[in-house]
């Protein structure tokens, strides 16, 4: 601002310009309190006020301030004006924070009352008072009410950060505690860094971190009494290596597995050239810790050049779950005093270096991983392992592991080709070989070689011993149906051969059933009724899983959803938690399939329209781990079977059904 003298004003009002004091004018509605300093109006800024200002600056709290024209009329929060500073205290609450203080303290840098710039005393102030304002966050009696503080009751925000979905479950009147709960019952530890509550908490002037899973982030979570797993990174990867020192007691293998191990033993000990066998044992039924146990004798404790198993997945859960299957079987069976390198080779890791003096190395890696770092020379060492694992073999037909098999030097056509050093290859599967085309390809690319050799009667034989859980399986009808043209495009499709437009029409009818009000309305009433204490459900799409874990937490019954979307932290705590008990229902879409060990599942309800009868015979095999392998009696097998035409009686139910009635 300029100020001008009286001979420059008058000649600048001469040639027609208007004196601001005439033209502009302050109004308000009703007068409130007055103070005597600013300090006494608003304390906070007792700190930065000059020593003049602490004696005088007058201060006026109004309601209804506007600076005004002839012609217009504007409303301002706050108002410096002939001496005294107007506060509209309406207006001023409004505000964040952070922007109130602001305001205030440019009025005050104006009338001379500061004793530093504006924004030192901004950041002074603020400082001052932020340990204070996140202090009265952690006073909330629960957590539910602490989110609620920490946004300000910011509503919109939490119903922003839920989303669409969980948001139909909540009705009209919900009280905000009611969505403070739901958001923390849907979000876990990924809430606060959902990106409209942290601006909502910004906007208060919380000052959440600039990064998460810092020491900053640590002290931020804690000081609004949140627990600590709050503060992790969401997309913090896992450690790329582990250092496994061993070993401890471990319970023996029963003895279909120990005949397993038998023939793995026989298969890589058969010299070098072509070895190549599937393990297909049912879900529940120890494929993996047989599979790692011999690794760990026959590959990584025996002394030698090639101490390293490649395990190959096609998603994280199966990596991770190998990850920890070699964790404890080396704890308990590995040579004593000698650790195992255990790498993580998904997700964005680096590339692992070459094993010095020959120690004993796994590598858990994606398929996805794999493929996209053949080319590099950091890996030839690794292209050289003592044993090679594909889980879910059922995938190792496809061009990807084709790739993979190139890369290995093991893309021999048949065992009767010429002798080549391979690998020996074993792959993982629950579904064993078929008639249909897809399994005879995949038998061929493991010579036809399965174990054990006799399947003939195997699920009997495992659900005799205790080994599977007994499978009770029911059918949950409705009359719920799909549009016309929907169904047409389902029933031609049915029988042809495009695999890729079938599962886009086959999404689609997913996608609708999943809109369905009253198919909805079922589904929650048939988990109201159960009295199933561990409930996997299968949904028909991402928004599902949210929407039908959002309505039984709204019913008092522990649920939570995961999808791909879930942030990787947040997704660990959820299956944690449920299969602790402090979850009843686990909602998902498409991650649960495969790679998760939940043994107290007694429920798995299946809502997903599937073609496959592996695909759902993967769905179906999370709740079949039997007493004596940590599981169940018997669990429910409940499918819902939609009015879909032909595809209602040609559901991959029916044949799993007769499968396992006969067993």
Same mark, same amino acid.
């Given at each position: ?5 009286? &001979? ?25 309190? %007055? ?9 906070? @800024? ?5 020593? $003049?200002?602490?004696?005088? *600056? ?58 530093? *710039? ?16 996140? !202090? ?61 509550? !942290? ?11 600039? /990064?998460?899973?810092?020491? =900053? ?44 191990? !038998? %023939? ?9 050239? +072509?070895? +190549?066998? &599937? ?27 090639? /101490? ?30 000698? %650790? ?25 890696? *994606?398929? $996805? ?14 292209? +050289?392992?003592?044993? &090679? ?18 890369? @290995? ?30 399994? !005879? ?32 399986? $029911? ?7 799909? %549009? ?16 890729? /437009? ?6 689609? &009818? ?36 949210? =929407? ?60 997903? $329209? ?51 009635? /006969?067993?």
């Amino acid at each position: 601002m300029v100020k001008l003298d009286e &001979v420059t004003r008058a000649l600048w009002r001469k040639k027609g310009a208007l004196d601001l004091d005439a033209t502009f004018r302050r109004d308000w509605d009703t007068a409130l309190a %007055s103070f005597n300093t600013l300090g006494d109006a608003v304390p906070e @800024l007792k700190a930065v006020l000059s020593e $003049q200002a602490e004696r005088r *600056s007058y201060a006026q709290f109004v309601s209804g301030l506007h600076l005004t024209t002839d012609e217009d009329r504007e409303a301002v929060p706050c108002l410096h004006w002939d001496g005294v500073l107007y506060l509209d205290q309406a207006q001023l609450e409004a505000l964040s924070h952070r922007e109130r203080l602001r305001l205030i303290l440019t009025e005050a840098t104006a009338a001379g009352w500061l004793k530093c *710039s504006l924004e030192e005393a901004l950041e002074k102030v603020a400082d001052a008072a932020l340990e204070e304002r996140r !202090r009265a966050v952690a006073a909330g009696t629960n957590l539910a009410e602490r989110l609620l503080l920490a946004v300000a009751d910011n509503l919109d925000a939490l119903r922003a950060a839920l989303g669409e979905a969980a948001c139909r479950a909540l009705a009209d009147e919900a009280s905000p505690g009611q969505v403070a709960a739901l958001a923390l019952d849907m979000l876990g530890p990924a809430v606060l860094q959902e990106s409209n509550i !942290r601006a909502a908490m910004a906007a208060a002037d919380l000052r959440p971190p600039s /990064r998460w899973g810092t020491d =900053e982030a640590r002290a931020f979570v804690l000081s609004l009494g949140f627990p600590e797993i709050f503060a992790q990174s969401q997309s913090r990867r896992l450690e790329a290596e582990l250092l496994i020192a061993g070993p401890f007691s471990l319970p023996d293998l029963h003895e279909y597995q120990v005949d397993v191990s !038998r %023939s793995l033993k026989d298969l890589i000990d058969s010299g070098s050239g +072509r070895r +190549r066998a &599937v393990v297909s044992l049912p879900t529940g039924g120890g494929k993996t810790r047989v599979t790692v146990q011999t690794s760990v004798e026959l590959i990584l404790k025996p002394a030698g050049a090639r /101490r390293v198993v490649l395990w190959v997945a096609q998603t994280n859960e199966l990596c991770e779950q190998a990850v920890q299957s070699f964790r404890q079987v080396w704890q308990n069976l590995g040579t004593e005093g000698e %650790s195992l390198r255990v790498i993580r080779f998904w997700g964005g890791h680096g590339n692992p270096a070459e094993p010095a003096n020959a120690e004993p190395t796994v590598v858990v890696a *994606s398929i $996805q991983t794999l493929n996209s770092r053949f080319d590099g020379p950091a890996l030839a060492w690794l292209a +050289r392992p003592g044993l &090679v694992v594909v889980d879910e073999c059922h995938h190792a037909i496809t061009p990807s592991y084709t790739s993979l098999l190139r890369w @290995l030097d093991a893309e021999t056509l048949h065992s009767s080709a010429p002798p080549k050093d391979e690998p020996p290859l074993v792959g993982l599967s629950a579904t064993p070989f078929r008639m249909d085309d897809e399994s !005879r390809r995949l038998a061929r690319r493991f010579d036809e070689c399965q174990y054990p050799r006799n399947q003939e009667g195997l699920t009997e034989r495992l659900l005799a011993g205790g080994f599977l859980a007994h499978a009770d399986y $029911q059918a949950l009808e409705t009359d719920t149906t799909i %549009s016309a043209d929907l169904l047409a495009d389902l029933d031609s499709l049915w029988d042809g051969n495009d695999g890729a /437009r079938f599962d886009g029409v086959l999404e689609r &009818v997913n996608q609708e059933l999943a809109a369905n009000d009253a198919r909805n309305a079922r589904l929650i009433e048939t988990l109201q009724a159960t009295d199933a204490q561990q409930i996997l459900f299968f949904t028909n799409s991402v928004r599902h899983a949210e =929407e039908m874990a959002a309505r039984p937490c709204l019913l008092g019954i522990p649920a939570a959803a995961v999808s791909g979307e879930t942030p990787a932290t947040a997704r660990r705590w959820f299956l944690n938690r449920f299969k602790d008990g402090a979850l009843r229902v686990l909602c998902n879409h498409s991650v649960l399939a495969t790679g998760f060990d939940a043994p107290s599942t007694d429920l798995v309800l299946i809502a997903r $329209q599937v073609k496959s009868p592996v695909s759902y015979m993967q769905m179906v095999g999370r709740g079949l781990r039997g007493p004596r392998n940590g599981g169940t009696e018997t669990c429910t097998i409940l499918t819902v079977l939609d009015n879909l035409g032909r595809f209602r009686e040609r559901h991959p139910f029916h044949y799993c059904r007769n499968l396992y009635r /006969r067993a």
